[in-house]
């Protein structure tokens, strides 16, 4: 499954860098997050619960970022596993600021789910995962757009 | 007389059914052993990938976790691979990589069934995924993926090549035809999803060195030879076979499914052997439809070739197997492609070649002869489709050109171009009596009337011959052993008898039919006979009950054994009735000295004369066992019409009315080959029009619930119409057939038939099965036929 999109955020474009550069702040957007090992700055472990229709997996993530050109690109790789599935997403992030207080973001993440998940919730997949995009890009912007 | 005995051609109520529908039937499942542990199976989410590592310390660490066993395990006992029915090989556990999704990695055996499911959860597996091949034809080509690197002599996913017929006259006779036609026919993956799913209670008495396996089996006996060698080659040492015990108890429902060896059955012997505990073992719904073997995965390229006037010369049919990552297919191990090149069908042609090539591919193993006798459903699926492409293109009505292509009733025995000899047959009677009962005529009209409407209907015709019995053990044997069955009767001094026999029931009532075989040949009242199956410490050896053998073999070896106890009973009639054997006959179900009923002794007086009477010089008792080894396997018949309307809205398909006429030779018992007639056609109709298993580029099973696999319920299910023509099987004792399967095999073509047929004015001259409204709405909307 391919997916893309464009976010605008009502924040300085090191306001944005800064957020997704600590595995933390992110997290706490991520649906189902659980738990996290950081184990370098680039590379973390975090544990997250998944539910597709009837089917609800905890997936224990291996996430690397990459080509980090600061403030404004960022590729992730992860990989995880969960029992009976498993899941492989590459994404990428391009940052531009489009005022000072305003950034814009295009993003893109291939993801491929396999095992239980992916065969018995392949019918909810694709709106499933666009529910939680939805729900993590919100999550950002509250955080983002409301200075600590 | 005859109906109190409940013999054959009797509707005998299923002596079987009152347990089943009290809930007092026997399974699997309902076996609770002292001490029994359970087990639950670790199972892979990639289709194709290492496994780098397996960490068990936090399955371990559960309490009531007793052990994880893993591939590395059993290799040590030589235990991680195991034989397949076809001499292939398959992992019982993966030592290093697993090739396909769902596949056994690990088995969890714990104190209770829930925590087997939350040590199975905690199991940790490292995998690095590797690309799968999914697509047969993709897994031919250069550089593709290799699904079985083990196989280091052959680093190809091409298993065999196989082919039957006359290939030069064939190609000729093509060259030489008026008229060819060809299409491209899928049958796609399906699964059997019986009621019950597979499962296993295995049992090893430490003491005794006893192995007994309660299993979901359709074959008990072959089972335990195949355990008994497979522990000779292992490090565990044999178990002998005296000292394995396969009980098959009831059974949820079979259709060729439990024929198999699944890595589970083996993991659940192992852990008891290695315990000393009983351990049970029950696939859950979705493991059952994601692992379990598959059945059909058939690409062919059907030709027929005819002369001006319609007659058939030749057939010839390419065909690609898709057997997933094992040919683990249940067929006779002389037949690659199981008795595919059967089909020629219904016709009389002059040659034929088919030529069958088995793939492998990153999927569960495929094989399954689901309700059918060894890819006979994708043989009748063949010819009966590429006859209707023939009368589309010679614009004549398919049913003539069937009947003017029919094997003529007066041709039997019949020898088809690739070699079968077809015992017996009536076709156009068959045709003939469903044309009259659907009234062909008036449909044909009606038909044309609506077309000019724009309204879509269509008549669909399959005269489908089945193959069954296997069979004369000179051609047939699974893994060396010979297809023959048994019985064994033994007649009691009151009058009541027990009956064993070597094949066993998932569900089609032999404990009733089989007493109706020794009723009608012994006289004595079906009621007053137990028959008893599935045990191989007590039945005699049979190869069990797929391929519908076990009316053809086991019924025959009944009735032979039976007539051997009449035979002894007529010895003590003469001297109970101090006449000479010369001068007694059977009448009515009695002995009588010849033209003197008052002089007669019945079997319940001459079973008590055995062994309280019996003359010096004879042996006391009364009991007999045969091995039958039938001369030919029985070519059951049918002709069914199938009428549907279309929807031009939705694209639905519905059958609005479908006739069978089924021809099974002599019947035992009308209501239950009733019965059979009507499942058989209700899962004929499944992958008809729902049902289809596919993967997704990366190995993933599209179809891994019933959510989205779809079986039909009462709901899809149309009022079937039955009729029969009976034409006895020449050389069966009984002169019967099986019928388990005819519909399950004739029904598919039939509708595909109607729904090409309601559409062949638009020039569709084929469609795949399953008919989805989706492909029918696609069709309907490429010609504006859509309406809101």
């Known amino acids: 499954m391919r997916f893309e999109g464009h976010e605008t955020i009502n924040a300085p474009i090191e306001a944005v860098w800064a957020f997704f550069m600590d595995p933390h702040r992110v997290a706490e957007c991520a649906p189902g997050y659980q738990s996290m090992e950081v184990l370098s700055p680039t590379r973390f472990k975090p544990k997250v619960g998944v539910g597709i229709g009837v089917v609800k997996a905890t997936f224990t993530l291996d996430v690397e970022l990459d080509e980090l050109r600061e403030p404004e690109h960022v590729l992730v790789k992860a990989h995880g596993v969960a029992a009976g599935s498993a899941v492989d997403i590459h994404g990428g992030a391009d940052m531009k600021p489009s005022s000072p207080t305003i950034t814009e973001m295009d993003w893109t993440a291939t993801v491929n789910v396999s095992g239980t998940l992916a065969s018995v919730g392949a019918r909810l997949m694709e709106s499933t995962a666009r529910k939680l995009t939805a729900r993590f890009f919100e999550c950002v912007r509250e955080k983002v757009e409301t200075p600590k | 007389m005859a109906v109190e005995i409940g013999g054959m051609g009797h509707s005998v109520k299923r002596k079987e059914d009152p347990r089943f529908i009290r809930g007092k039937g026997n399974y699997v499942d309902d076996l609770k052993l002292p001490g029994m542990l359970y087990m639950d199976i670790v199972r892979s989410p990639y289709a194709h990938a290492k496994i780098l590592n397996i960490d068990a310390s936090k399955a371990l660490a559960i309490p009531g976790v ?20 076809m001499s292939d090989t398959q992992m019982v556990l993966p030592i290093d990589r697993v090739v396909y999704q769902a596949q056994e990695v690990a088995v969890v055996i714990a104190t209770e069934r829930y925590i087997a499911a939350d040590g199975v959860a905690a199991v940790e597996v490292e995998y690095e995924p590797l690309p799968p091949v999914v697509d047969p034809f993709k897994a031919l080509e250069p550089g593709s993926p290799l699904v079985r690197p083990d196989h280091a002599d052959r680093p190809t996913n091409h298993i065999w090549h196989w082919e039957s017929g006359d290939k030069a006259r064939t190609d000729q006779l093509f ?31 430490k003491v005794s060195g006893k192995l007994t396996v309660w299993m979901t089996t359709q074959a008990p006996h072959a089972i335990r030879t195949v355990f008994s060698l497979v522990t000779a080659a292992s490090a565990v040492g044999q178990i002998p076979e005296h000292k394995i015990r396969i009980i098959s108890p009831d059974i949820g429902g079979g259709f060729g499914g439990k024929v198999p060896v699944y890595p589970g ?48 010369t030749a057939m010839r049919v390419k065909t690609l197997a898709d057997h997933g990552c094992a040919d683990a297919a249940a067929n006779p191990s002389k037949f690659p492609a199981g008795l595919f090149n059967v089909c020629t069908g219904s016709y009389v042609m002059e040659a034929a070649h088919v030529e069958v090539d088995g793939v492998y591919t990153n999927k569960p193993p495929g094989g399954v002869a689901y309700r059918c006798s060894f890819r006979v459903t994708e043989a009748v699926h063949a010819i009966e489709r590429i006859v209707d492409s023939m009368a589309q293109k010679l614009q004549v009505d398919p049913a003539d050109l069937r009947m003017k292509n029919f094997i003529p009733p007066d041709k039997f025995p019949y020898k088809s171009p690739t070699g079968w000899e077809y015992d017996s047959g009536n076709y156009p009677a068959a045709l003939k009596k469903a044309m009259d009962k659907v009234g062909y005529a008036q449909l044909r009209r009606e038909q044309a009337r609506k077309r000019a409407k724009g309204e879509l209907m269509g008549i669909g015709i399959s005269t489908f011959t089945e193959i069954v019995g296997a069979g004369p053990s000179h051609t047939f044997d699974i893994l060396g052993i ?9 007649v009691h001094p009151t009058g009541s008898a027990i009956v064993r026999i070597g094949v066993q029931s998932q569900g089609q009532g032999h404990e009733t039919t089989f007493g109706q075989i020794v009723a009608e040949e012994l006289g004595l009242p079906v009621e007053n006979i137990t028959v008893e199956h599935g045990d191989t410490d007590t ?44 001068d007694l006959e059977w009448v009515d179900y009695k002995f009588q000295v010849k033209g003197t009923p008052s002089k007669s002794k019945t079997m319940a007086e001459l079973a008590f004369a055995a062994y309280t009477n019996h003359p010096q010089g004879m042996e006391a008792g009364l009991e007999a066992v045969s091995y ?44 239950i080959v009733e019965g059979q007639i009507h499942g058989g056609l209700t899962m004929g109709m499944a992958p008809a029009l729902l049902e289809a298993i596919t993967y997704d580029e990366n190995g993933n099973i599209q179809q891994g619930t019933m959510m989205d696999y779809l079986l039909p319920t009462s709901m899809e299910t149309p009022a079937w119409e039955t009729d029969k023509t009976t034409t006895p099987s020449p050389h069966h004792p009984l002169g019967a057939k099986g019928v388990g399967e005819s519909a ?6 039939a509708i595909a038939n109607a729904v090409v047929d309601a559409l062949s004015h638009l020039g569709v001259t084929h469609i795949d099965i399953p008919v989805t409204p989706w492909k029918v709405y696609e069709i309907l909307k490429a010609h504006g036929l859509t309406e809101e």
Request: proline content about 6%.
């Open chain 2, 539 to 582: 039945a005699p050896y049979g190869l069990g009950t797929y391929a519908s053998r076990s009316t053809p073999t086991a019924g025959a070896a009944t009735a032979m054994a039976a007539r051997k106890i009449r035979d002894k009973a007529k010895l003590l009639a003469a001297h109970l009735l101090e006449a000479s054997p010369d």
């Open chain 2, 744 to 749: 399950t095999v004739g029904a598919p073509p």
């Open chain 2, 175 to 205: 060259a030489e035809a008026d008229v060819v036609v060809k299409e491209h026919i899928y049958l796609p993956r399906i699964h059997v999803s019986s009621i019950e799913t597979c499962g296993c209670v295995a049992s090893f008495d």
């Open chain 2, 482 to 490: 010979k297809m023959f069955d048994s019985a064994e009767i033994r």
């Open chain 2, 66 to 85: 007793a052990a994880v066993i893993t591939g590395k395990d059993l290799d040590a006992y030589k235990l991680a691979w195991m034989p397949t029915l």
């Open chain 2, 265 to 312: 059955y083996v993991c659940a012997t192992a852990a008891s052997v290695l315990t000393g505990l009983p351990v049970k073992w029950i696939e859950d719904r979705s493991e059952n439809l994601q692992a379990d073997s598959f059945a059909r995965d058939y690409h062919m390229d059907v030709e027929l070739a005819a002369k001006k006037d319609g007659r058939f």
């Open chain 2, 628 to 671: 039958y080894d039938p001369p030919n396997l029985t070519f059951p018949f049918g002709a069914y019409i199938c009428v549907v309307d279309i929807d031009r809205g939705t694209g639905e398909v519905k059958i609005r009315r479908f006739v069978a006429v089924d021809d099974c030779g002599n019947i035992i018992n009308p209501m």
